[in-house]
């Protein structure tokens, strides 16, 4: 049997990194990520430099292995970018959770210290969204494709 993409053996969370500083967690997966991961598709950072390190990373299914980050930063081009694989905008009045690390990752950004280490070009950061339009889309809009995010937040990606 082949391993889910959705299926998680756990996670490594960057405990020192001020993107965190606001939500409270171990290195490892505890109680408070059972609820924001549950679901959720990583994405597969194999593409990427290898300087990118993933503040929260998914540790795949031994069989595959992939790179995966939940929650990771980049600058690409002149823009600085965050990305979180999990829901963390719908239903916030019953996940308090997902609500405090709205919150944490919102607040690093706004911040002094939101400096992301790795630029990509904008062809390796398309190429961590595989099959998306992004590459010959005419409007300012982009839906995910629906191999990285089946989740309930189909929102389209502004680009």
């Not at 959770?97 to 939101?114: C, E, H, K, W």
């Not at 190429?127 to 191999?147: I, Y």
Request: charged share 20%.
């Amino acid at each position: 049997m082949n391993p889910k993409l959705e299926a998680m053996l756990g996670l490594w969370c960057d405990v020192k990194h001020p993107a965190l500083a606001g939500f409270p967690t171990e290195a490892f997966c505890d109680w408070q990520w059972t609820d924001v991961v549950r679901g959720v598709r990583a994405i597969n950072v194999e593409k990427a430099p290898p300087q990118l390190q993933p503040i929260v990373s998914a540790i795949d299914d031994w069989n595959r292995n992939y790179k995966l980050g939940v929650v990771f930063e980049c600058k690409v081009g002149p823009g600085r970018l965050l990305v979180c694989a999990p829901d963390i905008q719908s239903n916030l009045e019953n996940r308090s959770v997902a609500r405090q690390l709205r919150r944490s990752l919102l607040d690093y950004m706004a911040g002094d210290r939101f400096q992301p280490p790795v630029t990509l070009t904008a062809q390796q950061a398309d190429a961590l969204w595989p099959g998306s339009q992004a590459q010959n889309a005419t409007p300012a809009e982009v839906t995910p494709p629906p191999d990285i995010n089946e989740g309930p937040n189909t929102a389209p990606i502004v680009r």
